[in-house]
Each structure stands twice: as C-alpha cells, then as structure tokens.
Antibody, heavy 122, light 108 residues
Framework: EVQVVESGGDLVQPGGSLRLSCAASGFTFSSYAMSWVRQAPGKGLEWVSAISGRGGSTFYADSVKGRFTISRDNSKNTLYLQMNSLRAEDTAVYYC???????????????WGQGALVTVSS | EIVLTQSPGTLSLSPGERATLSCRASQSVSSSNLAWYQQKPGQAPRLLIYDASSRATGIPDRFSGSGSGTDFTLTISRLEPEDFAVYYCQQYGSSGLPFGGGTKVEIK
C-alpha cells in the first residue's frame, strides 16, 4: 500500500526557517517525481515545488523561488522541503504528493499525504 | 506559465442533479494534460480524472471529463450525497503544475 506521511509542521516566527519531511512507502521511491502542494486556511491548492526521481531536476513556484529548497534522500525514501525567510503568507497546510512520472512536471498526482500545518506568526 | 480559471466558484445543486464544472486555461494545454481532484473538508485531495477524460482507479462512472486545448469540463451525471465537495483542475507537462481556484459543489 502506497503511503506518504508528512512531518515537521510547526509555529515559526516571520523570517524564520523550517524543514518539512515526507516519508514514503509502498512504491519504488526513486522512480517517481514528488511535489509539495500547499493550502492556506480557507483557500485553494497551490503547487509549491517538484523534484525528479533521482533529484537532479527541480522546479519552484515563483512565490517561493529563492526561499524554499526541495530535496530527497532516496536511501531513506524521504522528501524534504527547506523553508527559509518565512512570511505570514506561507501559513498553510503543506501536502506531499507523488507524481505518476519520473520528470518533475510531467505528471499528475496519484497519492497525497494528510498534510503538515505550518504557521508563520509572531 | 499557464493560468487555470474555474467556474462557477460555487454550484448549488440537489442530490440527483447533474453538475457541470468548467476549467479554462490561459493557453492551450498540450496533449490534454489536465487532471481533476476532489477535496472534502479536512481531507487531502483525491485524484478523479487524468489526461482530461480518463477516470482514476475506483472512481465511479458518474464522473466524466472532457475537453481539449483551453476548455475542459468535469461532469457529475447524478450527484450523490458524498459528491458535495470542492473540485480542482490541474495542468501538467509544462514548466509548472498550476491548479485552478476550485469550484465548490454545495447542497441546495
């Protein structure tokens, strides 16, 4: 059974940093791209970042480019999102999502985690 | 970057009625690379439709997708109580993975 489980959500002050993790199981992790998608309270879905199966190719939404870094450790079947210079508008539930393709932006998402809440506030 | 616009924002219907949701792209979507997701309160999104018209595993046949180019439609032929939710379209295959703003299907 495919599972993706996020962790690391927390309350952080504006300007601070946080790292989210996503533990995957039930599939060959290195064969598929992974993405982070966020949802601000009461708002819609916003794609944040994507990474290829072996991690050599990454893509970012303009809203987080230069502040967030996506990475993966295929030996641990784990996806990461390093978030720096956090702003109030980054407050959201962050979902980890598995792509159906190896290339980061070539496919849709067939499995999602339950999300991790990040709150940016003083 | 492609921008997806969904309409209407809210659809008020009764169980048994037909729902028609629209997703319009700011430029042509290549190879019909469009997906639809359903999200219920407090839950993660669930894949319904991919490649504009293919149903995902386990999705009832009352859900259907159609369209190409810049105009796409999700149709729910007869609404069941569990279908009242928010629906999002998503484009894939270019430089990003944008979502539309969503359509809420609520009970009238």
């Amino acid at each position: 059974e495919v599972q993706v489980v996020e962790s690391g959500g927390d309350l952080v002050q504006p300007g601070g940093s946080l790292r989210l993790s996503c533990a995957a199981s039930g599939f060959t992790f290195s064969s598929y791209a992974m993405s982070w998608v966020r949802q601000a309270p009461g708002k819609g879905l916003e794609w944040v970042s994507a990474i290829s199966g072996r991690g050599g190719s990454t893509f970012y939404a303009d809203s987080v480019k230069g502040r967030f870094t996506i990475s993966r450790d295929n030996s641990k079947n784990t996806l990461y999102l390093q978030m720096n210079s956090l702003r109030a508008e980054d407050t959201a539930v962050y979902y980890c999502a598995k792509s159906v393709r190896y290339h980061p932006v070539a496919g849709y998402f067939d499995y999602w985690g339950q999300g991790a809440l990040v709150t940016v506030s003083s | 970057e492609i921008v997806l616009t969904q309409s209407p924002g809210t659809l008020s219907l009764s169980p048994g009625e037909r729902a028609t949701l629209s997703c319009r792209a700011s430029q042509s979507v290549s190879s019909s690379n469009l997906a639809w997701y359903q999200q219920k309160p407090g839950q993660a999104p669930r894949l319904l439709i991919y490649d504009a018209s293919s149903r995902a595993t386990g999705i009832p046949d009352r859900f259907s997708g159609s369209g190409s180019g810049t105009d796409f439609t999700l149709t729910i032929s007869r609404l069941e109580p569990e279908d009242f939710a928010v629906y999002y379209c998503q484009q894939y295959g270019s430089s990003g993975l944008p979502f539309g703003g969503g359509t809420k299907v609520e009970i009238k």
